[in-house]
């Protein structure tokens, strides 16, 4: 899913000392604390990285009391370099790592991404950062992240529509593994984690999810941190997630094209419609025979008026 599949690795090569490596042979701008390495080409492109890092970051402080840590930025001018820095594991299709204090991106310029996916992964990685501390479940880390991001999309709508429909969704335990698993399989992966942090918040509103993450940090444990703030289970919640996505996504599935529930929908729609116009014509018909009797006895009311005058 290339910029939607961000996954957060937690060792990959380009962990390098700011004055080495990378950071040698690049310019460098700072925004408050979040310092940008990229190539001279790429100056527009890191002087909206560093401002859109900087936003989020107070963001994620005034939403979730999340800390503003010292961030490093490096923005990849080619695919060879961001392979040489993010190290054999990275996916292909990724556009972003972070881990620690540090960021690697690609630049729009050779990704071919839109300045609006290039703000995304920025944000997405930043929140990565911003809980590298905190004992968090793959599915809440990287459902926050596409939250964040504003990257819950019709597409994985529909995902959800058919695990919901077929009763196939992924146990979150099993998220753990996301890295492990088929690309699609970790799509609905990623579908279901953002949708679970989704209903978290429309649930129990965005005061007691910052709540969530104070507790966490404080217990040092997900699930006690869990229990303290929402007074539930990490598993009674994905219950309860379950059964309301089961109801609330089943009707993403008219608009999903690859789905062979459009053939007999397909073929009710053209039906409806035929008898749309039948039933149409026929009622019009009736209307104009009605109208034409009704003429006719008006006509036949008039002959007998005149004829009673003449007498």
Known sequence: MKNK??????????????????????MQLSVGNIS????????????????TVNRQQQHLYEQYALEQNPMIIYIAQNASQYRQYSGSSSPLWSMGLASNDRMLVKSPSFSHQTLTAFRKTLIHETVHLAVTSYDLPVWFNEGLAQYEAGQFSITQ???????????????????????????????????????AVDYMIDYFGVE???????????YEHFSTGFRNAFLMSPEAFEKKWQENSKKHYRIYLLLD???IFWIPLTV????????????????????????RENNLLSNKGDIIVKNDVDI
Request: aromatic share 16%; no cysteine; glycine share 2%.
């Open 257 to 259: 094209t690859g789905s």
């Open 208 to 218: 007691l999810v910052a709540k969530l993450l104070y507790l966490i940090k404080k």
């Open 36 to 51: 940008v390495y990229y190539a001279e080409q790429d100056k527009h492109i890191a002087e909206l990285a560093a401002k």
């Open 268 to 291: 009710l729609f053209v039906l409806g419609y035929v008898l749309t116009r039948y039933r149409r014509k026929k009622l019009l018909k009736r209307w104009e025979q009605e109208e």
């Open 5 to 26: 599949f961000l996954i957060m690795f937690f060792a990959f090569s380009f962990l390098l000392s700011p004055k080495v490596g990378f950071a040698s042979a690049a």
């Open 157 to 195: 709508k529909t995902l959800l529509s058919r695990a919901a429909w077929s009763d196939r969704f992924i146990p979150f335990r099993d998220i753990e593994y996301l890295i492990q698993m088929p690309a699609a399989k970790a799509k609905l992966a990623y579908a279901q984690s953002v949708a």
